[in-house]
Structure formats: structure tokens, C-alpha cells
């Protein structure tokens, strides 16, 4: 049975008042998030994520990014939140495995 994903991508309709379509999204993570997660970009087949503990600050979070030549760069934050969103996981990135 394949593990459930702990990381959900939230999204929200602000503006319907003026008849806009527009999605806001944003991923959510519980507090302590203690799994690997693999995202893929869904426009670029070879770009892919993995949001996993820092292996350089105990305590944080690290996602880092990678296309087929091996990787790209990371950030590191305090929070899966934030490694997600400074890191540019937005809305167009699915997770592919949880691990």
C-alpha cells in the first residue's frame, strides 16, 4: 500500500467576487515532517525536487532541486512551508514519491 503524502497543495479562489479564476496555492506540511518527498515539475520532465531533513542544519528542512545532469542548488529553512515556497514549488510541480 503506497504511503500517504504528509504535504498537501492547498489552493484558494480570493477574488471570486470579481469573477477572476485566478488560484492562489500554497503547500502545507505538518510540523514535523520526518519523510522524504520527491516532486516533479509538470512543464519540465527533468526537473525534480526533494524536500527531505537538512543534511547540513539539524533541526531544518532542505529541498533540493535537480534536473538530468544532477543538481541544481537547495535551500534550507526552517520549515517544509518555506523550503517549498522559496525554493519554487509552487502549483505546477506534483509529488511523485514519498519515501
Same mark, same amino acid.
Not at 526537473?47 to 533540493?64: D, N, V
Given at each position: 500500500?503506497?504511503?500517504?503524502?504528509?504535504?498537501?497543495?492547498?489552493?484558494?479562489?480570493?477574488?471570486? +467576487?470579481? =469573477? +477572476?479564476?485566478? &488560484?492562489?496555492?500554497?503547500?502545507?506540511?505538518?510540523?514535523?515532517? =520526518?519523510?522524504?518527498?520527491?516532486?516533479?515539475?509538470?512543464?519540465? &520532465?527533468?526537473?525534480?525536487?526533494?524536500?527531505?531533513?537538512?543534511?547540513?542544519?539539524?533541526?531544518?528542512?532542505?529541498?533540493?532541486?535537480?534536473? +538530468?545532469? =544532477?543538481?541544481?542548488?537547495?535551500?534550507?529553512?526552517?520549515?517544509?512551508?518555506?523550503?517549498?515556497?522559496?525554493?519554487?514549488?509552487?502549483?505546477?510541480?506534483?509529488?511523485? &514519491?514519498?519515501?
Amino acid at each position: 500500500m503506497a504511503k500517504k503524502s504528509p504535504v498537501k497543495l492547498v489552493c484558494t479562489r480570493p477574488w471570486l +467576487d470579481v =469573477g +477572476d479564476d485566478m &488560484k492562489i496555492c500554497k503547500w502545507k506540511c505538518p510540523s514535523k515532517v =520526518g519523510m522524504t518527498v520527491q516532486f516533479r515539475a509538470r512543464w519540465r &520532465k527533468d526537473w525534480y525536487a526533494i524536500l527531505h531533513p537538512s543534511t547540513k542544519e539539524r533541526g531544518k528542512m532542505q529541498l533540493t532541486t535537480f534536473d +538530468d545532469d =544532477g543538481p541544481i542548488g537547495d535551500v534550507i529553512r526552517s520549515t517544509c512551508e518555506e523550503a517549498l515556497y522559496d525554493g519554487g514549488i509552487g502549483r505546477k510541480w506534483k509529488i511523485e &514519491k514519498i519515501g
